[in-house]
């Protein structure tokens, strides 16, 4: 099946700071989706991307489908940032009908 | 308009016991989706389902675990005889469409086995 890894591992701010997240998979897909998990484990949708880019408020993403990596923008970070960011990848052709593959996340820690 | 309402939030068994989570979906969606994070293993995928029709089960334990999503009511997540190592968050995510349409998250069920 898709493998799907995150980078950084880790990532450490200052509010304000502007960082960039990575999402990196092994095959095509039909749809790639970041969430942010809050410190009390909700799982918050960001963004559906298979390709091209969105932006909402301070965050964007680009897929760039055909080199197989994702990446999630945040501008002017705040300290209700913080928490695990999470890409998950459903597999074009896959043989497992529904599965989203979710990569191992960052974690995002955002100091005042 | 409501979100994925996953009840109850947190549950406490002891061996040997059995565990009920459920799963109302977003209005006007048929699939849902279980998921389990484990503390060191990440999300991983369990089962898909269609009212009355379990679609993948590629990702559900062999023994112990059943899904279901009846015609009416919400979808359960049934684990029998809970062991330890059941200990996870179970979430449960909905679409309207078939796969790969957006899949909405609930706010999880966090299991923990004495």
């Known amino acids: 099946g898709i493998q799907v890894e995150q980078s950084p591992p880790d990532l450490i701010l200052q509010e304000g700071a502007n960082s960039t997240l990575r999402c990196n998979f092994s095959d095509s897909v039909n749809n790639l989706q970041w969430f942010h998990q809050n410190p009390w484990g909700q799982l918050i949708n960001l963004f559906y991307i298979p390709s091209g880019t969105k932006q909402n408020g301070r965050l964007s993403a680009t897929t760039v489908a055909t080199e197989r990596y994702s990446l999630l923008y945040i501008s002017s970070s705040q300290t209700t940032d913080s928490g695990v960011y999470f890409c998950?990848?459903?597999?074009?052709?896959?043989?497992?009908?529904?599965?989203?593959?979710f990569g191992q996340g960052t974690i995002l820690t955002v100091h005042p | 308009n409501a979100g994925v309402m996953q009840n109850p939030r947190h549950l406490v068994r002891r061996r040997g016991q059995e565990a009920r989570l459920r799963c109302s979906p977003m209005k006007g969606h048929s699939h849902v989706y279980w998921y389990r994070q484990l503390p060191e293993e990440g999300l991983k995928f369990m089962v898909y389902?269609?009212?009355?029709?379990?679609?993948?089960e590629s990702g559900m334990p062999k023994e112990r675990f059943s899904a279901e999503f009846p015609k009416e009511g919400p979808s359960i997540l049934r684990i029998q005889q809970v062991v330890r190592g059941d200990s996870a968050a179970y979430f449960c995510?909905?679409?309207?469409?078939?796969?790969?349409?957006?899949?909405?998250f609930g706010p999880g069920t966090r299991l923990t086995v004495l």
């Open positions: 389902l269609q009212k009355e029709n379990i679609i993948d």
């Open positions: 998950a990848a459903y597999q074009a052709g896959g043989t497992s009908y529904g599965k989203l593959t």
């Open positions: 995510a909905s679409s309207g469409m078939d796969p790969p349409d957006t899949q909405y």
